[in-house]
Nanobody, 125 residues
Framework: VQLQASGGGLVQTGGSLRLSCAASGRTFSSYAMGWFRQAQGKEREFVASISATGINTDYADSVKGRFAISRDNAKNTVYLQMNSLKPEDTAVYYC???????????????????WGQGTLVTVSS
């Protein structure tokens, strides 16, 4: 599985961005998908995840109510809509995939999962 994230950029506080992550392969609908971020000097942290079916989602407390994860299995793509952005959202955002068919959205992620390259989001104050 190869993942290609895009959509990052510079935005002002309160603005919005939508990240996309395109996945290769024919079994995208069997993979749970996640978004993570890493700010400079900090560890990578979980942002959001969505089940393979797209029915269930999970969010970090810091983004609940502001971010929304979704997927289009016909396009092999997962999205992260980010609204009401804050300077503390500034980070490199990564998408990841995990072979977990079904409805599970909450799970442990690790180096054995598939990770894409990051896309930089900068929120100016």
């Amino acid at each position: 599985v190869q993942l290609q994230a895009s959509g990052g950029g510079l935005v002002q506080t309160g603005g919005s961005l939508r990240l996309s992550c395109a996945a290769s392969g024919r079994t995208f609908s069997s993979y749970a998908m996640g978004w993570f971020r890493q700010a400079q000097g900090k560890e990578r942290e979980f942002v959001a995840s969505i089940s393979a079916t797209g029915i269930n989602t999970d969010y970090a407390d810091s983004v609940k109510g502001r971010f929304a994860i979704s997927r289009d299995n016909a396009k092999n793509t997962v999205y992260l809509q980010m609204n009401s952005l804050k300077p503390e959202d500034t980070a490199v955002y990564y998408c990841a995939s995990k072979l977990v068919p079904g409805r599970a959205a909450t799970m442990n992620w690790g180096p054995d999962d598939y990770w894409g390259q990051g896309t930089l989001v900068t929120v100016s104050s």
